[in-house]
């Protein structure tokens, strides 16, 4: 098995997104964030930042239904401590595009009151950016009540990007996932794995499901039902202190219970998919990976 493999993904159709979004920025009234609510930190692209730093701006939370409430709600005060728009969502809801344009109005309101006392009838343009997979072609459709973009479960399904009518004085611009050129820690990396955000064809899947299994350890402290649905689920207990040899024998158990054996030893590469998947899918329950004013460890805690 590969030890500790850097994970890094920035393919040319990222680097040309970021480009063009610079390019229509000017173009834009408010900016949608995408942050995937399980993964919010890492979520959080510094390049983008940049680029839309003086831009009014709504976060939204995707996928808050399969985070963990009490961690959202710590992530929510802490935007809000920054006078930063926060909402809570699932993009696949379909009341959740109505959610999004009424946050909208509250932020354009004083510009909407200006057109109006001028007599002015605007179209007010609002952009969608994100890391790949965090919901937002999703998001599109469902605001504009129907299949206006395409949409997928992996990422790098959106390459191009599109203006989207949502009403006579509103338009959408989907653009592409990006993500940074080089990840400021290889936890944001792995995060963004675990969340299915990151090419699944460059990564080691057994070294990940082990790295996996070690982090839920670390937040089962904070989020006890970890424990218990893995129990439930795979048969397997992990302590806040995972080692080396207890991961190795928990993923071997979850190929184990899912049949997933290779020569008559379990297969840890398709284990590790499965547990990946049971997580994505919301099948272990509420998880939160990213924990408000964690500081990240500056050397690898598990030699794998």
């Known amino acids: 098995m590969a030890r500790n493999r850097y994970i890094g993904w920035f393919p040319g159709h990222m680097k040309k997104a970021l480009r063009e979004i610079s390019e229509r920025l000017k173009l834009v009234d408010v900016v949608i964030y995408m942050l995937d609510a399980r993964a919010i930190g890492s979520c959080i692209n510094p390049e983008l930042d940049k680029l839309i730093a003086a831009k009014d701006i709504l976060y939204c939370f995707n996928k808050a239904d399969i985070a963990n409430a009490g961690v959202t709600k710590e992530w929510a005060k802490h935007f809000a401590s920054q006078n930063k728009n926060v909402l809570e969502l699932n993009s696949l809801k379909q009341n959740s595009g109505a959610k999004v344009l009424a946050e909208v109005n509250k932020i354009i309101a004083p510009k909407l009151e200006r057109n109006k006392t001028r007599g002015i009838n605007k179209t007010f343009r609002l952009m969608v950016v994100g890391i790949p997979n965090s919901g937002k072609s999703t998001l599109i459709n469902t605001i504009c009540k129907g299949k206006k973009t395409a949409t997928g479960d992996r990422p790098g399904v959106t390459r191009a990007q599109q203006w989207v009518r949502a009403g006579q004085y509103l338009e959408i611009l989907d653009t592409p996932g990006a993500l940074y050129p080089k990840f400021l820690h290889q936890q944001i990396a792995r995060h963004l794995a675990y969340i299915g955000s990151i090419n699944p064809n460059i990564l080691d899947y057994a070294e990940l499901g082990m790295h996996f299994l070690q982090r839920l350890g670390v937040l089962s402290d904070r989020q006890t039902d970890i424990v218990k649905n893995l129990s439930e689920r795979y048969g397997i207990n992990l302590g806040s202190q995972s080692e080396e040899s207890l991961l190795y024998d928990a993923l071997g158990a979850i190929a184990k219970k899912r049949g997933a054996m290779l020569r008559g030893q379990p297969d840890l590469e398709k ?34």
């Open 271 to 304: 284990a590790a998919v499965f547990l990946l998947n049971d997580f994505r899918s919301g099948r272990l329950g509420q998880i939160s990976l990213d924990i408000v004013g964690e500081e990240l460890p500056t050397d690898e805690a598990l030699d794998i």
